[in-house]
């Protein structure tokens, strides 16, 4: 497995990582404890040393999972986890509203030092900008909690430009977590030119469009009702079927390339800019080893452009996020 750097921050991880959101939380039931040990241990055995929870992914039942995957391995791992939601112990833990107030994440962090058996967590997120809570105060309690040597590394995620320039100024931003992939490809705009400039990692999280770019999702498809998709306007059957023109894009490509659609928008990534890292995750070990396997396909200058140009052709309906979800986007 490659490694890379993320930005200047001498951070090095796998140039793939692992989310592990879905084996507990948000794309149907919770896998199988012990599968979902064997799936993180077998992606550390293929060279994986990138893991990314919450506190939320459950909620707390994720950074369980994966402090004990990961305790043989603590040493040679990156373990990325979040704080910045509010969550109610009396429904399930769910989250109700954001909250990064500084004695707020001194209390999660505490938490999820428990949950995944560490004395430190490598990167700490902060999950979404919490509208509440000046972003200065927030990246003052992250530098306060990395002089303590609780933490070691700060990351925003889904944060714009504005208020990342505004965090890094308190406490330098490793990494910035959000959606990118050819199914979103707004941070391009704004942000990407901003970590650049900053010296700022990026880890795209849903970097196969939550699936859609695998070529295993169509108008058919049925989601269970514990699947976040259900309920994301982007994958109503309507939209499926027009989008199903971009998938059609990088499976063509894919046939070019003796290789997989899958594999194809995870090259496209790591072929944009060498301190990009994406984070797919799966609950099944022959996808892991498929997505892993992008890391050996070679995308040339003139094919990521022509592979833009092609994709950029047509037109994404649906937003990708429901209303509630949509207004945590900072901008």
């Not at 707020?104 to 509440?132: C, F, N």
């Not at 959000?178 to 999280?205: A, H, K, Q």
């Given at each position: 497995m490659?490694?890379?750097t993320?930005?200047?921050?001498?951070l090095?991880v796998?140039?793939?990582g692992?989310?592990c959101m879905?084996?507990?939380f948000?794309?149907?039931?919770?896998?199988?404890?012990s599968?979902a040990?064997?799936?993180?241990r077998?992606?550390?055995?293929h060279g994986v040393?990138?893991?990314d929870?919450?506190?939320?992914?459950?909620?707390y039942?994720?950074?369980h999972v994966?402090?004990?995957?990961?305790a043989?391995f603590r040493?040679?791992?990156?373990?990325?986890t979040k704080?910045?939601?509010e969550?109610?112990?009396n429904?399930?833990?769910?989250?109700t509203?954001?909250n990064?107030?500084?004695?707020?994440?001194?209390?999660?962090?505490?938490?999820?030092?428990?949950?995944?058996?560490?004395?430190?967590?490598?990167?700490?997120?902060?999950?979404?900008?919490?509208p509440g809570?000046?972003i200065e105060?927030?990246?003052?309690?992250v530098?306060?909690?990395?002089e303590?040597?609780?933490?070691k590394h700060f990351?925003?995620?889904?944060?714009?430009?504005?208020?990342i320039?505004?965090?890094?100024?308190?406490?330098p931003?490793?990494?910035?977590?959000?959606?990118?992939?050819?199914?979103w490809?707004?941070?391009?705009?704004?942000?990407i030119?901003?970590?650049?400039?900053?010296?700022?990692?990026?880890?795209?999280?849903?970097?196969?469009g939550k699936?859609f770019?695998t070529?295993?999702?169509d108008a058919s498809?049925?989601?269970?009702?514990?699947?976040f998709?259900?309920?994301?306007?982007?994958f109503?059957?309507?939209?499926?079927?027009?989008?199903q023109?971009?998938v059609?894009v990088v499976?063509?490509f894919?046939?070019?390339?003796?290789?997989?659609?899958?594999?194809?928008?995870?090259a496209?990534?790591l072929?944009?800019?060498p301190w990009i890292?994406?984070?797919?995750?799966t609950?099944?070990l022959?996808?892991l080893?498929?997505n892993l396997?992008a890391?050996?396909?070679?995308?040339?200058?003139e094919?990521?452009?022509?592979?833009?140009a092609?994709?950029s052709?047509?037109?994404?309906?649906?937003?990708?996020?429901?209303?509630?979800?949509?207004?945590?986007i900072?901008?």
């Amino acid at each position: 497995m490659q490694k890379r750097t993320l930005g200047t921050s001498g951070l090095e991880v796998s140039a793939i990582g692992l989310g592990c959101m879905g084996l507990s939380f948000g794309l149907g039931p919770a896998t199988e404890k012990s599968e979902a040990i064997k799936l993180i241990r077998t992606a550390v055995e293929h060279g994986v040393t990138f893991f990314d929870t919450a506190e939320v992914y459950g909620p707390y039942t994720n950074e369980h999972v994966v402090g004990e995957a990961l305790a043989p391995f603590r040493k040679d791992v990156v373990i990325a986890t979040k704080f910045g939601f509010e969550t109610d112990p009396n429904n399930d833990g769910k989250w109700t509203a954001t909250n990064s107030r500084p004695e707020h994440i001194r209390q999660v962090v505490e938490g999820s030092l428990k949950r995944l058996k560490t004395d430190a967590i490598d990167l700490l997120y902060q999950h979404r900008v919490d509208p509440g809570t000046p972003i200065e105060e927030t990246a003052g309690a992250v530098k306060e909690l990395i002089e303590a040597g609780k933490v070691k590394h700060f990351g925003l995620s889904e944060a714009g430009a504005k208020t990342i320039r505004r965090a890094h100024a308190v406490q330098p931003v490793t990494a910035l977590q959000s959606e990118y992939s050819l199914f979103w490809r707004e941070p391009e705009e704004s942000v990407i030119p901003t970590l650049e400039e900053l010296g700022i990692g990026f880890v795209p999280f849903s970097p196969l469009g939550k699936g859609f770019l695998t070529g295993k999702i169509d108008a058919s498809t049925k989601f269970d009702s514990t699947d976040f998709r259900a309920i994301v306007p982007r994958f109503t059957e309507e939209n499926r079927k027009a989008n199903q023109a971009l998938v059609d894009v990088v499976t063509g490509f894919a046939e070019q390339k003796k290789t997989t659609p899958a594999q194809i928008a995870l090259a496209w990534l790591l072929a944009k800019k060498p301190w990009i890292v994406p984070i797919p995750g799966t609950t099944k070990l022959a996808r892991l080893e498929e997505n892993l396997g992008a890391v050996s396909v070679v995308l040339m200058k003139e094919d990521v452009h022509a592979l833009e140009a092609a994709s950029s052709a047509i037109k994404v309906e649906g937003e990708r996020y429901p209303a509630t979800h949509q207004k945590l986007i900072d901008r």
